[in-house]
């Protein structure tokens, strides 16, 4: 497995980084099940594993933790924060509060007494991105964190982190973790570009588009029967009906075919798209099963050449998100009516 030199922090991490978003209740609830799962990734030369207090309200950072037992050393450990955990509206979000508290929460669910990136996971309106700092400021120098980052943070909340980062004397994000695949190209216009001009690591998630990549979506029946729950809780996600997600459905089949044609399956294809951008310093895999990781493994080396580049271009213009729900964070002024109307 190749690595890369996370950002500006001299970590080095390998190209592929086990996501553990589906060890615990919402994905795979066998704890010993996942824990082979976490273990043949590190066997296979993966040694960044990440993970969120969300992820099955904290059961993914305990699975984790079990794992890592042992090995804790040899592996770059992230989490994140930000999510609500409990009906309390300050059990959750950016505040220095909230941050203080969670950290050592999630470091007791880890098993360790620290982790190597802790990242906020999406941007809070509510907070001063000073006071959240500020926060991570003290949590580095306590040596309870060793590098802080971001996620899923539109291009101008990146760039005001780093400013008052460089005003307030606080620690810099060093890496952003936005959402990237072939259908969700968004990032592309400004997000990448913003990252790589601060000498950020950029740890992208979502490489199979939550499945539409996987090769297991071939018609609009398949996207209703085989999408499950998410049909009903995301249809502007998954409902074949919606033209964006028609488009969707008509990209596949063309990537698809585009995959055969060079002599991979789809979901090799859509990985290695990933990780031959240039700002990326490791591709996020969210496995749930063993099949599932031992697929992924079997296309790390896999690369695409020019040509197959440029075919995906047409078929997926650079920088256009099919369905813009893909990109995950909807500036509040568009979600709130009440920030644009008197």
Do not use: C
Not at 70 to 81: H, Y
Not at 144 to 166: D, L, N
Not at 207 to 227: H, I, K
Not at 259 to 274: C, K, R, W
């Amino acid at each position: 497995m190749k690595r890369r030199i996370l950002g500006g922090t001299g970590i080095s991490v390998s190209e592929y980084a086990l996501g553990a978003m589906m060890f615990g209740a919402i994905g795979n609830p066998d704890h010993d099940d996942s824990v082979r799962i976490i273990h043949r990734a590190l066997d296979a030369g993966i040694n960044f594993v990440d993970t969120a207090d969300i992820y099955s309200d904290g059961e993914s950072e305990e699975i984790v933790g079990k794992a890592l037992k042992g090995r804790r050393d040899d592996v770059v450990l992230a989490t994140k924060a930000h999510g609500s955990m409990g009906p309390d509206a300050n059990h959750g979000g950016n505040s220095r509060r909230w941050l203080v508290r969670e950290l050592e929460n999630s470091l007791r669910r880890l098993g360790t007494d620290h982790v190597d990136l802790y990242q906020i996971h999406r941007p809070d309106p509510t907070t001063d991105i000073d006071e959240t700092l500020g926060a991570l400021t003290d949590l580095v120098r306590a040596g309870k964190i060793r590098a802080v980052g971001s996620s899923t943070f539109p291009a101008e909340q990146i760039v005001e982190a780093q400013w008052v980062s460089e005003r307030r004397g606080h620690v810099r994000m060093r890496t952003e973790q936005p959402p990237y695949s072939i259908l969700a190209r968004g990032v592309e216009a400004a997000v990448l570009p913003t990252a790589q001009k601060y000498g950020m690591g950029v740890l992208t998630w979502g490489p199979l588009s939550a499945g539409w990549l996987s090769g297991r979506y071939t018609t609009a029946s398949d996207v209703t029967e085989r999408g499950g729950g998410r049909v009903s809780t995301e249809g502007h996600k998954f409902d074949p009906s919606l033209p964006e997600n028609a488009r969707k459905l008509e990209a596949v089949g063309a990537l698809t075919k585009l995959a055969a044609d060079a002599g991979l399956s789809l979901p090799h294809l859509a990985v290695g798209f990933v990780r031959a951008h240039p700002a990326v310093t490791s591709v996020l895999i969210g496995p749930r099963t063993m099949d599932q990781l031992e697929s992924l493994l079997d296309g790390a080396e896999a690369t695409l050449t020019a040509d197959v580049l440029d075919r995906i271009d047409e078929i997926v213009p650079p920088g256009t998100d099919l369905n813009r729900a893909d990109s995950y964070y909807l500036p509040p002024a568009l979600e709130d009516p009440a920030l644009r109307r008197r």
